[in-house]
């Protein structure tokens, strides 16, 4: 049964879901994409009148148990001003909480195999599109909400709307990520999936609690921006974040990024 399965999703992809660019993808996505391109490499923005800076830290390569807490007091405290404001990569915490996986350890179930071949098929990521990051959103929600946002996302297609899917999975389902040839937490392995981290916002409070800055967890890619946790947590501080994580500045790739402070530039 899996075989046939296997057959029918290359087919789906190959005839039926073909590949799309960016630029043939829904006006919210392109115009996500064309933000990110803006602002990509930038090291400054303005925002509500005054200016800030993006100040990026090169950090080691994670694992499971790492004390992350410990890691961002050492490398932040000597340098941190009053009314910083800390951002990390949610996969970064999401590893260091063991919620992350060789793709090989992963083996997706039939409705995977059935379900993933219709996710956007696209150029500039994979998102669901794999079976065994499907898998990891069926393990993480359940069949009966995967399957109830496939329905609306493929209501969306006929109307020609976007993000019904997302808005129904949820955030967890959102920021599953799959790592391509990354810099890995794992010897013999090249790829692995990255589950969203568990509790952003009491890790966000710990962080607050040691430096007094407010504290995010940011899920980013090219296209969008999304905060999973904020401490203090406040409407504006969460726009503020927005505009500056618009640029990616953590990275898709191996830069290694994954801890960013936001500081205004004082004239």
Request: hydrophobic share 35%; charged share 25%; glycine share 6%.
């Amino acid at each position: 049964m899996i075989t046939i399965l296997k057959l029918y999703a290359r087919f789906v992809r190959k005839y039926i879901n073909k590949p799309k660019n960016i630029k043939k993808m829904h006006k919210m996505l392109n115009a996500g994409y064309e933000e990110y391109l803006d602002k990509k490499d930038k090291d400054t923005f303005a925002y509500e009148g005054k200016k800030y800076k993006i100040i990026k830290y090169k950090t080691i390569i994670f694992k499971k148990g790492d004390d992350l807490i410990g890691y961002m007091k050492e490398l932040l405290l000597p340098s941190f001003q009053q009314n910083d404001i800390i951002t990390i990569a949610e996969s970064i915490l999401g590893v260091t909480q063991g919620r992350a996986f060789p793709v090989e350890k992963i083996t997706p179930s039939r409705w995977a195999y059935f379900l993933y071949p219709w996710v956007s098929n696209v150029t500039y990521g994979t998102g669901l599109g794999m079976a065994e990051t499907m898998e990891c959103a069926i393990r993480e929600v359940g069949i009966r909400r995967i399957l109830k946002a496939t329905l609306f996302g493929a209501m969306d297609r006929i109307t020609k709307n976007h993000g019904s899917f997302y808005k129904i999975a949820g955030p967890r389902v959102k920021s599953i990520d799959f790592k391509k040839e990354h810099p890995v937490p794992y010897e013999g392995s090249h790829n692995y999936i990255v589950l969203s981290p568990a509790n952003p916002h009491g890790f966000c409070k710990n962080i607050y609690e040691i430096t007094k800055c407010a504290t995010a967890v940011i899920d980013a890619n090219n296209v969008s921006v999304d905060v999973l946790g904020l401490y203090p947590d406040s409407k504006a501080m969460k726009q503020l974040l927005l505009t500056a994580m618009k640029g990616n500045p953590a990275g898709q790739d191996n830069e290694k990024t994954s801890i960013i402070v936001i500081r205004e530039i004082k004239e």
